[in-house]
Each structure stands twice: as structure tokens, then as C-alpha cells.
């Protein structure tokens, strides 16, 4: 598979950015469904609301009471939406849909997405793409096939602290591009969702967690790694939650081209404010906290805070306005199918670096 280099077009037009989130003709109103609603959904759902030019006109969970709840914020914001226990059925007979936004669990996405795609929707589906690499080369075959608009929820690429210091690296702020250092360090995953814990229906914790930050990394390297190392396991929260069987730590070096490496530890240790997340990107001119957007040159202090855009914004009400945006003006988004494919396919090459203690080559799992 080829994988194209990422270019000035993957950096969201900030300074457009007002425009996307001020108002539309009623014509040009998109009628939106939310497809299970409930962590991460109902947030999407209440995001989806601030932003103008579009109508909730569907909700849908298997959990009667969530979809009931997603059509109580609906109502609250002067909108109706029907409810659905059945996203297909929904699709069959509520023929007012244009744009379908889902966040069910990880291992439900390749079906979901596909069977949303092969009906003409316009769909913001959640990450990761899917949980094997046969899975999502056939999202990503699907969504080139698609007419829709096809847009993977990595929200991050939206983030205005983050989105201005790619802007910012890409634009040789930072000079050559050196070195990427990781962290994400916090309490252990939240035990009312089952699921998380489950490797077999998230991908383990590379896949389900670490993915933001490893995106992060190759979008400011600007290509794929070319091989990954990894060590990982479980110390802390051993058969706990009971039948556990994602990792509670691991740590990883990605080589990608030109000697560049991605230095990467998450885990579930940390006591309240301990370490938290870092995502720093180390260049030949300074360096760069990209989650904060400020910059350390190498010759002077201080450290600079950059001109961000939208600062006060939130990236999930970002990123959704981008997708509305995009399926407007018939845009491609910056994370579309085959953006996510390779985000998706690095925290995948990880988890294999980790469970067969072995260096995992990029080819082996794109080619
Ligand atoms: N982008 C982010 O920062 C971010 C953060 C958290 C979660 N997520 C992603 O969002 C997705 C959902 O995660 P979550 O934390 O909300 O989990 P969750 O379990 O809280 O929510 C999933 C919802 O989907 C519903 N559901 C399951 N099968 C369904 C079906 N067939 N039809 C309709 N609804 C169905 C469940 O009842 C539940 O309400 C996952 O893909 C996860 O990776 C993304």
C-alpha cells in the first residue's frame, strides 16, 4: 500500500475555522443521527449541538434508556429527534438522514462503518479505523467507494493548541524534525465500561488509548514509522477488573525516516497529578510542547506561547464543525480514511512489537 506524505492540506484553516462555526443558510441545514450514545457519544451528541447548520434528528442505542437521554438533550436544545434501538432499521426507514455520527465500542466499527458508508451517508465514525489490518483495509475500500463524506474521530487534529503547533512544525518552525517524546500517564480506565478491558473488543490499550498521541507523532514527522519496538504488560490491575486482559503499562521507540525516533510510555500508575500527558516534538531550532503550542527556542529563553487560533474552543466541537464543513463545500477531511488507516495501522504494529517481543516492520502490516 502506498502512503502518501502528509501535506500543508492535513492542517485544519484555523483562521477559517469562525467562519465553519457561524452560521448557515436553512437550506443548507445537514439532518444528523447519533449512533450509540454513550461515554464518548452523548459527549459527541452535546458538541454536535453547538454547532450551527445542523438538525439531531435521529438518536440511536441498543440501551433504550441512552437513546431516551440523547433525545432529552436534543429536545433541550429546541430540537426532535427519534429514538432508535436498531441503527439499521433506522437507516431502512428514517429516509431524512444525511450524516451519521457513531461512536459504538471499537469492535463494532468495520460492520458499522461499512453498512453506514454502502447507504449514501455522509459518517464521523470513532476511532480506532478497526482492530485488524485486514479490517481496516476493508473501512478504507469501503469509504473510497463511498459517495459520503468519511471522517475518523481523531479530534485532536482539531485541538487549537494542537492544530497550531503542526501548523507551526510543518512550517519548519521547529526546524528539522528530531526527536518525539510521549507520555500519558493516569489512573486506570474507567470501570463502567466493560469493554475497555476486554483486548479481543478494543485492541488493547495501544489501539483504544495511546492512539491519540502516537497520531500526534507521525502527523508532525509527517510519514509512517518503519519499524517499532515495544515492551508491555500488566503490574498493577492484575485480573482486575475480574477476566482482564488489556496491559496496564507499556513503553515504545518507533523509528521512522531519516533517524527520527518516537519515544512513547503510557500507563495507569500515576497518582492524581503526577506526570500526566506530555506530548513533546524535539527540533533542530527548539522544541515544542504541542499539547500547550508553546515553543523553546534553542538559542534563547523564554519559551514562546504561539498565536493560536480559537484557543477557547474545544476540539470535539472543533472537529465536528470541520466535519459539517466538509460535507458542505464537498471538502476532504484531515483525518479521512486513509489518514486513519495509518494511525490506525501504527498503534496495531505496536501491540504486535509488544505481544511477540519483536521488532514489527511497517511493511509487514501494510503491505
Ligand atoms: N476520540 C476520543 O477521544 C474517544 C474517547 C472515548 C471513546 N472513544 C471511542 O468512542 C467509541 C465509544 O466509546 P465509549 O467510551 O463511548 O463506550 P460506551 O460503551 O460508553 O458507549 C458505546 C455505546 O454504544 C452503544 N451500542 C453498542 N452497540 C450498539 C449498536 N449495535 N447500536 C447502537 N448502539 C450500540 C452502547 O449501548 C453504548 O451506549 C469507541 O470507539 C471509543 O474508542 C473516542
Given at each position: 500500500m502506498s502512503q502518501p506524505r502528509i501535506t500543508r492540506r492535513d492542517v485544519l484553516p484555523l483562521a477559517a475555522a469562525p467562519a465553519i462555526l457561524r452560521a448557515q443558510a436553512p437550506s443548507d441545514v445537514l439532518r444528523v443521527a447519533h449512533v450509540g450514545v454513550g461515554n464518548r457519544g452523548s459527549l459527541l451528541l452535546r458538541s454536535m449541538l453547538k454547532v450551527p447548520g445542523i438538525q439531531v434528528v435521529a438518536v440511536c442505542d441498543i440501551l433504550p434508556e441512552r437513546a431516551d437521554q440523547a433525545a432529552a438533550a436534543v429536545a433541550a436544545a429546541g430540537g426532535n429527534a427519534r429514538k432508535w434501538t436498531d441503527f439499521r432499521k433506522m437507516l431502512d426507514e428514517q429516509k431524512d438522514i444525511d450524516a451519521v455520527v457513531l461512536a459504538t465500542p471499537d469492535w463494532t466499527h468495520k460492520d458499522f462503518d461499512i453498512a453506514i458508508l454502502e447507504v449514501g451517508k455522509h459518517l464521523y465514525a470513532e476511532k480506532p479505523l478497526s482492530l485488524t489490518i485486514d479490517d481496516c483495509k476493508m473501512v478504507a475500500a469501503a469509504a473510497k467507494q463511498a459517495k459520503g463524506t468519511f471522517q475518523v474521530g481523531f479530534q485532536l487534529r482539531h485541538d487549537p493548541n494542537r492544530n497550531a503547533s503542526q501548523k507551526f512544525i510543518r512550517e519548519g518552525g521547529i526546524g528539522k524534525v528530531l526527536m518525539c517524546h510521549g507520555i500519558r500517564h493516569?489512573?486506570?480506565?474507567?470501570?463502567?465500561?466493560?469493554?475497555?478491558?476486554?483486548r479481543t473488543k478494543c485492541g488493547d490499550i495501544v489501539v483504544d488509548q495511546g492512539i491519540h498521541i502516537l497520531d500526534q507523532f507521525t502527523w508532525a514527522i509527517g510519514s509512517h514509522p518503519l519499524r517499532v519496538m515495544g515492551s508491555g504488560g500488566t503490574n498493577?490491575?492484575?485480573d482486575d477488573p475480574p477476566g482482564r486482559t488489556v496491559m496496564d503499562n507499556y513503553s515504545l521507540v518507533l523509528e521512522y525516516p531519516g533517524g527520527v525516533r518516537v519515544n512513547f510510555s503510557h500507563h495507569y500508575f500515576d497518582p492524581p497529578g503526577f506526570t500526566g500527558i506530555q506530548e513533546r516534538v524535539f527540533g533542530s531550532n527548539g522544541s515544542i510542547e504541542i499539547q500547550n503550542a508553546v515553543w523553546q527556542p534553542r538559542d534563547k529563553k523564554p519559551a514562546v506561547k504561539l498565536d493560536v487560533p480559537n484557543a477557547d474552543k474545544d476540539a470535539s466541537v472543533m472537529s465536528l464543525a470541520a466535519f459539517v464543513d466538509n460535507v458542505k463545500n464537498g471538502k476532504e477531511p484531515i483525518n479521512n480514511a486513509e489518514s486513519a488507516m495509518r494511525s490506525t495501522l501504527v498503534p496495531i504494529m505496536a501491540t504486535r512489537a509488544i505481544y511477540e517481543r519483536r521488532i514489527v516492520t511497517w511493511e509487514e502490516v501494510a503491505g
Open positions: 493516569g489512573a486506570d480506565l474507567p470501570r463502567n465500561i466493560p469493554w475497555y478491558f476486554d498493577l490491575f492484575i
